[in-house]
């Protein structure tokens, strides 16, 4: 295992373990998207407040695998104080990046990179994905 694998290890690792942005706001302007996955027990809700545009706060509860749980604390992380269409364009290439089909390399996609290997696991890509799906439905 490479140097840069144990370092993205170690950071799914302290998301799962320390999930930023935890817990959802009681709040009508804050819009939530709640997805299960009955096969493997994920249950992730996303929650955005968006505000001229921006967004300017994203809340999550994940309960499930590390790979799921720590996907959406880092999403909660990086999309605050994005504009929309940024958003979305980050969402898909994240998506992009981990079904392994082709993305738009230029685009930062910041601490998500760490996900980059879930690619060459089938059966973890919708684990790390999930958040990702609720997020942008919050956006709609």
């Keep these: 295992m490479s140097n840069l694998d144990n370092l ?3 950071i799914i690792m302290e998301h799962y373990k320390n999930p930023r942005n935890k817990g959802l706001i009681d709040d009508a302007n804050y819009q939530s998207v709640r997805i299960k ?8 809700t996303m929650q955005t407040l968006i505000e001229d545009g921006i967004i ?3 809340r999550q509860v994940a309960t499930g695998c590390s790979i799921s749980v720590a996907s959406a604390s880092v999403l909660s992380e990086i999309m605050i104080g994005k504009k929309i269409e940024d958003a ?3 969402a898909d290439n994240f998506l992009n990046m981990v079904s392994n089909k082709g993305y ?3 685009v930062d996609l910041e601490e998500a990179m760490v996900f ?10 919708k684990c790390a994905s999930i958040a990702w799906v ?6 709609k």
């Design 134 to 139: 609720a997020f942008k439905d919050t956006l």
């Design 56 to 58: 300017k706060d994203c």
């Design 104 to 106: 738009d390399e230029t």
């Design 116 to 125: 980059n290997g879930v690619k060459q696991f089938p059966a973890r890509i």
């Design 37 to 44: 996955n009955p096969s493997c027990g994920d249950d992730i």
């Design 88 to 90: 979305l364009k980050l």
């Design 8 to 10: 993205y290890r170690e």
